[in-house]
């Protein structure tokens, strides 16, 4: 084979087993679709990630759905004392809802806040039309898709509107969760009550809420497949 020949054949070679690498590396990276994904909006002031009471709902929950693999998503949002960043959160909430519809269609999805994340929570439950720097309005087809919803020391509880009265989609799915004498959720007057949900009993309760409803949901689609 002549030089240039070869030097071709070479490149071509190579170039069709780097595209080859590439693609079972890109294979690999691909993230599986969890049976169940908690998607969860830390309160006020918490560092990046779920926050303390989002970490002891996966924990708890865990156990109560042996079998099911269970995956996280932080939302992204400021989580400041600029209260009107909830929007942000909510636009993030609403992104990644949307779009593990549409790429794990499968998944049940867990959609829950405390605090201010709560209030995140509020607005992606009910507002079906963008507004008040809340852009990402969540359409009607991605609803069944949303298996449960729990909210803890909800601020709008504390006007007398849970998120369970608020939302006519997600209402009969949600959990919204007030601890005794909590200021936030309530007219009581013990902040203590309101940073110690991750010790509550509350936290138990609201896993057993979504476990219960993540088993009905899926067993309502196997019907369905089945059918």
């Known amino acids: ?81 600029e209260f009107l960043e909830a929007a942000a959160g909510a636009n993030d909430m609403s992104r990644r809802i949307k779009s593990t519809v549409a790429e794990c ?20 439950a009910t507002s079906p039309i963008a507004g008040l720097g809340y852009t990402e309005p969540l359409p009607r087809a991605v609803v069944p898709h949303v298996a449960a919803v729990v909210v803890f020391g909800n601020p709008s509880a504390r006007l007398g509107q849970p998120l369970t009265r608020m939302s006519p989609d997600f209402g009969a799915k949600t959990a919204d969760l007030c601890n005794k004498a909590d200021p936030i959720c309530s007219l009581g007057r013990d902040w203590n009550s309101h940073i110690t949900y991750q010790k509550s009993g509350l936290v138990k309760t609201a896993a057993e809420w979504v476990a219960k409803l993540v088993r009905t949901t899926r067993s309502d689609s196997a019907k369905t497949t089945r059918g």
Do not use: H, N, W
């Open 1 to 81: 084979m002549r030089p240039g020949r070869a030097l071709r054949a070479g490149l071509l070679i190579g170039a069709v087993l780097g595209a080859s690498v590439s693609v079972a590396q890109q294979a690999a990276a691909a993230p599986a679709c969890p049976d169940v994904e908690v998607i969860f909006a830390r309160g006020t002031d918490e560092p990046a990630g779920i926050g303390q009471v989002g970490k002891a709902l996966v924990d708890t929950l865990k156990p109560m759905l042996k079998g099911l693999s269970i995956g996280t998503y932080a939302v992204e949002y400021p989580a400041s004392f």
């Open 105 to 124: 269609p499968d998944t049940k999805l867990v959609l829950g806040g405390y605090s201010q994340g709560a209030a995140v929570v509020d607005i992606v």
